[in-house]
T-cell receptor
Framework: DAKTTQPPSMDCAEGRAANLPCNHS???????VYWYRQIHSQGPQYIIH???NNETNEMASLIITEDRKSSTLILPHATLRDTAVYYC????????????FGTGTSLTVIP | GAVVSQHPSWVICKSGTSVKIECRSL??????MFWYRQFPKQSLMLMAT?????????EQGVEKDKFLINHASLTLSTLTVTSAHPEDSSFYIC??????????FGSGTRLTVV
């Protein structure tokens, strides 16, 4: 599986957009980009995933660069409840392969 | 959506005893489940892949005789920490594949060995 690089921590003001970057320069053509988050002492929660096109759902937007070597997760209006560790993972979809977590980005939303 | 239920949410046990953690898929069948361990301020570390009806596959460095995994049905996988010691104290999390969304995770079990 391709490795990912994320900044260890970020702050964001409440109500503003939180933009979390992820570098995956060795991603393969069949690998998807998944984003999960983990609120303290809970199991990870699925946010969004994509292959090449930008994706949006009720939680967030995912912007993938044209060369697919990096992506950005956007939380459009961050709230205090969005404070969590955000993990970017790349792997083939629906293959049953394991998820390996990197170190993630610890996002703190500030009132 | 798919729900994975993990039980107990926390447990305290004496050193040398064994502890069983259950992971259930509530509204879907999970032929494959995964077990993770997470130490404070660290990321999730994959321990093993649990396959229904067959032996689990362990990641390198994980003692299979210490962390017994049983996946006897399509909705239940269990992790038993045998002869637990304080260094086994950790947050244990299970997950199951749920189609296009990747994986759904349980809420985790906080194990404290005293």
């Amino acid at each position: 599986d391709a490795k990912t690089t994320q900044p260890p921590s970020m702050d964001c003001a409440e109500g503003r957009a939180a933009n979390l970057p992820c570098n995956h320069s060795t991603i393969s053509g069949n690998e998807y980009v998944y984003w999960y988050r983990q609120i303290h002492s809970q199991g990870p929660q699925y946010i969004i995933h994509g292959l090449k096109n930008n994706e949006t759902n009720e939680m967030a937007s995912l912007i993938i660069t044209e060369d697919r070597k990096s992506s950005t997760l956007i939380l459009p209006h961050a709230t205090l409840r969005d404070t969590a560790v955000y993990y970017c993972i790349v792997r083939p979809s629906n293959t049953g392969n394991q998820f390996y977590f990197g170190t993630g980005t610890s996002l703190t939303v500030i009132p | 959506g798919a729900v994975v239920s993990q039980h107990p949410s926390w447990v305290i046990c004496k050193s040398g005893t064994s502890v069983k953690i259950e992971c259930r898929s509530l509204d879907f069948q999970a032929t494959t489940m995964f077990w993770y361990r997470q130490f404070p301020k660290q990321s999730l570390m994959l321990m093993a892949t649990s396959n229904e009806g067959s032996k689990a596959t362990y990641e390198q460095g994980v003692e299979k005789d210490k962390f017994l995994i049983n996946h006897a049905s399509l909705t239940l996988s269990t992790l038993t920490v045998t002869s637990a010691h304080p260094e086994d104290s950790s947050f244990y999390i299970c997950s199951a594949l749920t189609g296009g969304y990747g994986y759904t995770f349980g809420s985790g079990t906080r194990l404290t060995v005293v």
